[in-house]
Structures are given as C-alpha cells and as structure tokens.
C-alpha cells in the first residue's frame, strides 16, 4: 500500500469538489476513470510505471515539527465500529431482519457470500471488548444500534431485550470511564420499512423519529454523544444509485430522495432529542471528500463534484439550504432530477434539517482529483479500498474549509483509518500506523489554526465485516480472528494507546 506521505503537486483545493466511494468503479462506466485508478493501485499496470500525475511530496510546504504535537485537555480519543459490522447474533433476542440480512444473503452481493454473522461476535463479546478498550486508555466508544433490535419491524412498541442490550453496553462503558457514542442509523433499516419505500419514502423519516424518542427515554440519563445518520451520502448514494451496498438499488433519483428523507429524519431526530430532555449531546456523521482540480484555472468540473459530495449535505444541515448544483446530468453531479428534488423538501423541511446541532461529526478517508469535466481522477496512492486516495493533509484543508465557510459549530472526526495490506489476521501494521501519526498530526495543526476540532475517533477498534468486502478488508487496530474470535491488538494499538496517553502525537 502506498505510504500517505507520497503526495502529489496540488492546485489549492477547490472549494466546490469530491468522489464517489466503494462501487466508483462501476460509476457512468468510465473506463478511462478505471484504468487511471488501476494505475495507481498496487501491483496496477501502472504500479512500476508512470503515475497519471507525477506526485510531488508535501504540496503546500508544511512540515511538521521535530518534536511531540500536543492536543488541547480534555481532548477525546476514540475507536469506532457500527453494529452489522461488528455484533453477529442477528437472530437473537427477537432482533427481526434488516436490509443488510436481505442483501447479503443474495448471490454475488458480498465477496465470498459473506455475511453479518458472526461478525466480531460483539453482541456477546462486549465486556471482553470493553475490557480492550480500557487497556487501550480509549476516552470514547463510538457504535451503533441496530433499529430492528428495538423496533423489529420498523415501527410500533420497542423490544425490551434490545433495549436491555444496550442499556448493558451503555453501563459497561460509563463504568470503565468511556464516553459512548451512541449512533442512531449505520445502514441496517429494518427490512420491514424497506419493503414499503424505505428512505425513499417520506414515513421513514417519521419512523426514525419515533424510533429515536424509544432510545432517547431508555438512555437519556446517560451522558453520551448521539449521532443521528452515520454518512447519508454512502448510504443513499452506494445503496440506491451503485448498488453496491443494501438495499440495492440503482437510481439516482431514489438515491435523491434517499438524501432528503435521511436528512429530514436526523432534523426530526434532533428535535425529539431536544423535546426528550436527554443527557448529552447529538450531531450528524457526514464523509467528507476534498476534492482538487487538476487545473487550477479550471474548476468547475470540481465544484460539481464537491456540490454533490459535501454541500449537499453540509449545506441544509448548516446553512438551511440545498445547493443549486449538486443534481443534475454534468459530470461530477448526482444524475437525478432536480425539479422532483426539490419538490420532496416540503414547506418548513430545511428549518427541520437544520435544528442546532450540538457538533459536526465528520468522517474522514482521503480526498479526490477532478478533471476539468468533472470526472474524478486518482492523484493520490490508493489504500487497499480503491476509494480511498490517502492525503494527510486532506484533513486539514477540509477543517479549515469548514472553519470559513460555514458557521462556527464543535467538530469530533469520528472515522478516520486505512485497511491492512492483507485479508490474513495481521498484528504488524506499519502504513496504519503512518496512517494515524500523519492525520494526528494535521488535525493537530487544524487546532493551532483556530479549527474547533474536540476528538478523533479511529476507524475501527476490531477487524469486523467490511460491507460488499466482507471479512477480506481488515481496519481494525485490533485483530480478529474470525474462526475463534480472538482478538490481538495490532502495532498500530499500541502507537494510538501512546498517542492517548501522551494527549500527543510524536514526529516520524
Ligand atoms: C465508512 C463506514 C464504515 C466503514 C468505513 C471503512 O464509510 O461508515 O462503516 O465501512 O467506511
């Protein structure tokens, strides 16, 4: 895998510009787009060969210090993962079926046929893995909860043993000190509501509200984060326009209606958050993708992908208004039309969508090149996720794009991490831990630079089931053992559990 410090000779990123992720390959059939990211993938035709871009090292000039850089007190750092991910356990305790179940389960979805099961067997292995984190010095916890676990079907009474579930996760953490992060939808819907429209139906968004108000009355007393929606774009965008990801769907305009109806639910959400009297605090997960044209004279083909990938959702969810260019048939846009778009946001939705918001999560991977047209080009090494064109300094351009342009809002990085090199169970992990040092250190900078940036969560704490990939992508900073369930803390552990201790990160 290439190392993040090869970086390539950039234009000041554009302010309006992005990439679409995981099935982007299969995007607008751009062979031309495939065969430049196989250049750029290791052992590609071009791997040995000339990059699509000659890379120069450090665009902007900036060289991190000689010594340790050190975070603000108090400031949180945390492991991630999500509940399809990592639980297994689907059929137990009266959880009823989600879209992943359905998806998974259907021929050549997933590589390998695999599935939600076992998972990291968390549903039962979570004082285990409590224990892990305490050992780590982990201040946050960061998963989710699987809403068919307390709605089954979507809707009506809540399942007391999935509550009972989570209250027990809640407490374990609070008693081992670690803040959880209690994240209210990571993709799995109940099957139930996607069998009457799912996200592409207005009700969903009811239904997340009421499902919401369940969880805020069983766990308000607990102070924790909440975040309503993790990454709205992936799920709307991967799930209903690529087919990549359940419920597998491949249309734009559904993909639109996805968008709206997920962000009107965490607006929704938010307000019975605020009604509910709830501990704590609640915010929305968005991946966010910086993306830079290839000629700095000519932006526009990056605006259009920067509308589609981040002001679609930064914009209602910060300002109270969609961007004008973000749907449409241009390259770089979501190819849905924008009349029956607009027409889904109905009177009072954005003030919805918009309801305060206690902090920005946003969630981090890498950035994007755009040509002039506005299709995404590779400009950075990709990882072993072919998405994912690895910039440290992506990072800090982003916080400080979010610095100026939008209102002043706390931000948390809640994802933020790189798969192994390897599908085989591995503890030596050198590029994560470069990975982690590199992006530590920009955040770092952000801070110095006025960003209002209060932790950063790593994706993820366990190897766990990597969506259309299955078990074959690890990005856990511990190991597991998928046969025995055995759990290894990675090198890449051990520098983040220094990392924490120090409240530092030191220099290569
Ligand atoms: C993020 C998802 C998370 C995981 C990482 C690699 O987009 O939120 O579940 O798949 O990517």
């Keep these: 895998m290439p190392q993040p410090a090869a970086d390539p000779g950039l ?10 992720r995981r099935a982007f390959l299969a995007l607008g059939g751009s062979t031309a787009l495939a065969a430049a990211l196989a250049a750029c993938t290791p052992g590609g035709p071009g791997a040995s060969g000339s990059p699509a871009i000659t890379p120069t090292p450090n665009p902007s000039g900036w060289v991190p210090p000689g010594e340790p850089m050190a ?11 999500s509940a399809y991910q990592v639980e297994g356990s689907t059929a137990v305790d009266g959880r009823g079926p989600s879209v992943w179940d359905t998806f998974a389960a259907r021929y050549g979805t997933v ?25 780590l010095g982990l201040g946050a916890y960061r998963f989710s909860v699987a809403w068919p676990r307390i709605q089954p079907t979507g809707s009506g009474p809540a399942n007391p043993a999935g509550l009972d579930h989570y209250r027990k996760l809640v407490d374990a953490l609070v008693d081992a000190g670690i803040r959880p992060m209690i994240t209210l939808f990571h993709w799995d819907l109940p099957q139930a ?64 209606a996805a968008v709206h109806h997920q962000l009107l639910a965490h607006g929704l959400a938010t307000e019975a958050f605020r009604a509910s009297g709830a501990a704590g605090r609640i915010g929305i997960g968005l991946n966010l993708l910086p993306a830079y044209s290839i000629d700095p004279a000519n932006t526009r083909g990056a ?11 930064l914009d209602p969810v910060l300002l109270g208004s969609y961007p004008d260019d973000a749907l449409g048939q241009a390259p770089g846009q979501l190819p849905a039309d924008p009349t029956a778009f607009a027409a889904l946001a109905l009177p009072g939705d954005l003030e919805v969508i918009s309801a305060p918001m206690d902090f920005l999560a946003i969630q981090y991977y890498g950035i994007t090149g755009v040509d002039t047209v506005g299709n995404v080009v590779p400009i950075a090494p990709t990882s072993d ?27 948390v990085i809640t994802e933020n991490g790189i798969p192994d090199e390897t599908s085989a169970v591995t503890v030596d992990d050198p590029y994560r ?21 209060e932790g950063h969560y790593v994706w993820s704490l366990l190897d766990n089931f990597e969506w259309a990939e299955g078990y074959d992508q690890r990005w856990g900073i511990v190991a597991v053992d998928f046969e ?13 559990s220094d990392v924490i201790a120090a409240n530092a990160v030191p220099p290569a």
Excluded: C
Excluded at 196 to 214: E, L, N, P, Q
């Design 433 to 453: 831990v470069e990975f982690l040092r590199t992006h530590f250190q920009q955040a770092a900078r952000a801070i110095g630079d006025g960003v209002p940036l």
């Design 11 to 20: 234009p000041a990123p554009t302010r309006r510009a992005a990439l679409p």
């Design 111 to 135: 590589k390998h046929g695999d599935t939600g099961e076992p998972a990291a067997d968390q549903y039962r292995r979570y004082p285990e893995d409590i224990v892990l984190m305490s050992d």
């Design 193 to 256: 509501l996607q069998d009457v429209g799912g996200w592409t139906t207005r009700d969903t968004a009811a239904r997340f509200a009421d499902y919401a108000a369940i969880l805020f009355d069983a766990l308000g007393d607990v102070e924790a984060d909440w975040m309503t929606v993790n990454e709205p774009k992936t799920h709307a965008f991967v799930g209903h326009w690529y087919g990549g990801h359940a419920p597998g769907l491949r249309d734009p305009d559904l993909a639109a």
């Design 303 to 313: 605006e259009r992908v920067d509308a589609s990938e981040n002001r679609l959702f």
């Design 71 to 81: 975070f603000p007190r108090g400031y949180v750092w945390g492991a991630a993962t």
């Design 484 to 496: 025995t369930q055995e759990r290894t803390a990675k090198r890449s552990a051990g520098f983040f």
């Design 385 to 411: 996720a072919s998405w994912q064109q690895v910039r440290a300094e992506g990072l800090y351009d982003l916080l400080i794009r979010l610095r100026d342009d939008y209102p002043a809002i706390p931000i």
